[in-house]
């Protein structure tokens, strides 16, 4: 679940597929399900039976846990300053005391982000969460995941030390439960994403479980299953044996962390495979961003997703609840996460990636509108935008619809030109509601054509009317229009900003998994509901007010090779046992490789490059650290011995320049460990000096 797995087996539908092919490419996953196969006879392998790793595993009341996640915002709890060795290290009182406040009993230690975390978990965080009552799962990832190399600066995530040599990891972790009893289990994400099925063949289940079995067989072994095959009884004749039960991540019906009402059929599907052969689930639920989403976990979500899992820990028949991504980093909602028009509200509609919607599906936001028959003119006006490349020729598939008593007055494909940034719309409706004292009207987003992969962000807000009265036209409350739609892939909803997002996941996990009722407090009014000018959305900030910016407008074709660069003297400390450089990045494009090789995102230490990535990598609208593969970089090479370096971000065309991709880079959140980078968060106009070899290439620090 960390990222980037899925893309590697991503199918890019939209621009070479007929309407009718892709449709049968994905489908909402319940859809392709079957339940109800026969109980297994393959011969259990680890050595303890069954009901003692639960026994172990699972404290009393029900696992309730937290980790952190791949490709989540601020989810770990670092030290904020490196130690001697120039590592930030994960802070171990920190983690406890958070993880105490809120109630849980279990941490799942995700290995992967530092080459530190093993020696964190072994030395620090095993025994203190020993004598706070805290049991720990081990968490590793598979061959999809582990990014190394040679090379320091091109060297990104993995679980180190033992990298994928699983049998090391069966002894290590074996090893230290004895030390510590309340390391109970292990597990490996992403199982069999990709290739990594072609490592875990049943010898090698045989090692990892024999070398666990030597040292401690009551240590529990997991492995993570996505939907499909935590419902596949293939999946279990084959692992079954070797494992004690899966790490199941709940992604609704389709792919997605908005709809809470999938948990009950998801686990039930799942249950009547993993129930018969007595293997444990532990239900994974996403509390911070998931890659494929079109929108992020809310609290309302994580609140109501608690509530219908809780039965089934309750009664035992799953091992627990694992707050994925749980933001205890103390940092805010992302800026950028603000999509409406105006203020903190918009209607949305969203469609994750890879997920298939049918011909007529829709979502649709709508309320009983009170007309004045007397006046001369009834004028509707609105404001929509959609997240969608607007160079991608793909029309017939998604269309934004305005009706009223059910008949279209208004529509425009999300392929039309513009409204990839919010545009306002006047439509007449004088013969629309001719002679009507009330009507029905309807926003929403039709499917023209079903499609197998054509992700989508449609928001719509500022709704007026003239000649009739619009209650709540700006979705800033929840109580004047009524949500609807006939899909579980098309979603819609009100979504709604709040800037202190990650405290209310918290404040939702901690008491709903206490079984407590939980009510989300009002959100606070926007501060600055009408910006100096522009929208919301204008503001693609990662956080506060201000980003870099390095662009290039549609219909301009930049010179081969020409860069515009953001550059800024800075000062290395001579005494750093180590250096890095750790940032977040932005741009539109993903969804099509058919503009790859033209401009390029860079990274240079004194004109050497240290990275560079196209602007079509994933992920599309989203602020990456780095990218899926690698978040700080260890810059050392570039910097050992100097006492200053020239730190340069460029947005550059290559020797094959677009004709046609205007794009806005952005560049946000910079961190650093041995150099002293200024103005890192681009809240002023200061430190960086701007330049480009072509005038349609700019750099400039964008304030909003
Ligand atoms: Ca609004
Ligand atoms: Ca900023």
């Not at 859809?31 to 109800?36: E, F, L, V």
């Not at 009182?93 to 993880?99: A, C, G, N, T, Y």
């Not at 009983?368 to 607007?390: G, Q, S």
Request: glycine fraction near 8%; aromatic fraction near 10%.
């Amino acid at each position: 679940m960390f990222g980037p797995h899925r893309r590697a087996l991503a199918f890019t539908a939209i621009l070479s597929c007929t309407a009718a092919l892709v449709a049968s490419v994905l489908v909402p996953a319940a859809a392709a399900q079957t339940i109800g196969e026969p109980a297994p006879t393959a011969v259990r392998v680890k050595d303890a039976a069954l009901s003692d790793i639960r026994a172990s595993v699972v404290p009393e009341g029900g696992i309730k846990a937290a980790m952190t996640g791949g490709n989540t915002i601020y989810a770990d709890v670092r030290e904020p300053e490196p130690r001697d060795d120039g590592y930030r290290h994960i802070d171990t009182p920190r983690l406890v005391s958070k993880l105490r406040e809120h109630g849980l009993n279990t941490y799942v230690y995700g290995i992967w982000d530092s080459p530190t975390d093993w020696d964190d978990l072994r030395l620090e965080f095993a025994p203190a969460a020993a004598a706070a009552g805290i049991k720990i799962w081990v968490y590793t990832v598979p061959p999809s995941e582990c990014f190394d190399n040679p090379a320091p600066h091109l060297s990104g995530r993995c679980s180190r030390p033992f990298k994928l040599d699983f049998v090391r990891w069966a002894q290590e972790i074996a090893t230290l439960s004895l030390q510590y009893p309340n390391v109970v289990a292990w597990a490996i994400d992403d199982f069999l994403i990709g290739a990594n099925g072609e490592l875990f063949t049943p010898d090698y289940m045989q090692q990892i479980v024999d070398a666990q079995d030597a040292i401690n067989p009551r240590l529990g072994f997991y492995t993570c299953a996505y939907h499909g095959h935590a419902v596949s009884p293939e999946f279990y004749a084959r692992f079954g044996p070797y494992i004690d039960g899966i790490v199941y991540p709940y992604l609704g019906f389709s792919n997605n962390t908005q709809d809470p009402t999938a948990v009950e059929a998801n686990l039930e599907q799942i249950l009547a495979q993993t129930e018969p052969r007595g293997l444990g689930v532990l239900f994974l639920l996403y509390t911070n961003r998931f890659l494929d989403a079109a929108l992020p976990p809310t609290e309302n979500y994580v609140a109501e997703s608690i509530r219908r899992a809780l039965p089934y820990q309750r009664s035992g028949r799953i091992l627990g609840i694992d707050a994925y991504g749980l933001p205890l980093g103390g940092k805010p909602a992302p800026t950028a996460d603000n999509r409406a028009a105006h203020g903190i509200g918009r209607f949305n509609v969203s469609l994750a990636s890879f997920v298939g919607t049918r011909t007529g599906d829709y979502a649709s936001a709508e309320q009983r509108i009170v007309v004045n028959p007397h006046e001369r003119r009834h004028t509707l006006r609105f404001a929509d935008f959609d997240w969608y490349n607007p160079t991608t020729p793909a029309p017939g598939f998604h269309t934004k619809q305005v009706l009223v008593d059910g008949k279209v007055v208004w529509e425009s494909d999300v392929a039309d030109p513009g409204g990839h940034g919010y545009v306002e719309r006047t439509v007449d409706l004088s013969d629309a509601l001719r002679g009507k004292h009330t009507a029905l009207l309807t926003l929403r987003v039709f499917e023209r054509n079903g499609v197998g992969n054509f992700p989508l962000d449609v928001g719509f807000d500022d709704v007026r009317g003239e000649g009739f009265l619009v209650l709540d036209g700006g979705f800033e409350q929840s109580w004047a229009w009524k949500i609807g739609g006939n899909s579980r892939a098309l979603l819609g909803s009100l979504d709604h900003y709040a800037a202190d997002r990650p405290a209310r996941i918290r404040d939702a996990v901690a008491t709903t998994l206490r079984g407590k009722p939980w009510t989300n407090r009002p959100y606070p009014p926007d501060p600055a509901p009408f910006p100096r000018d522009g929208y919301r959305t204008d503001n693609t900030a990662m956080f506060g007010d201000g980003r870099l910016s390095l662009s290039l407008p549609d219909r301009t074709s930049p010179a081969p090779n020409s860069c515009a660069t953001a550059s800024q003297r800075v000062a290395v400390d001579p005494y750093s046992p180590r250096y890095e450089l750790s940032f977040w990045h932005y741009d539109q494009y993903a969804q099509t490789r058919l503009f790859e090789g033209q401009l390029v995102k860079r990274l240079t230490i004194d004109g050497l490059l240290v990275q560079q990535r196209d602007v079509t990598d994933w992920w599309e609208y989203t602020w990456m650290n780095g990218s899926s593969d690698q978040g700080p970089i260890d810059v050392g090479d570039f910097v050992r011995g100097k006492k200053e370096v020239t730190v340069a971000f460029q947005l550059c065309a290559t020797d094959t320049p677009p004709v046609d991709l205007g794009v806005d880079v952005g560049v946000d959140t910079i961190e650093s460990v041995g150099l002293t980078v200024r103005n890192p968060g681009f809240e002023s106009g200061g430190a960086w000096t701007m330049s480009s070899t072509d005038p349609a290439l700019t750099a400039r620090i964008e304030r909003f």
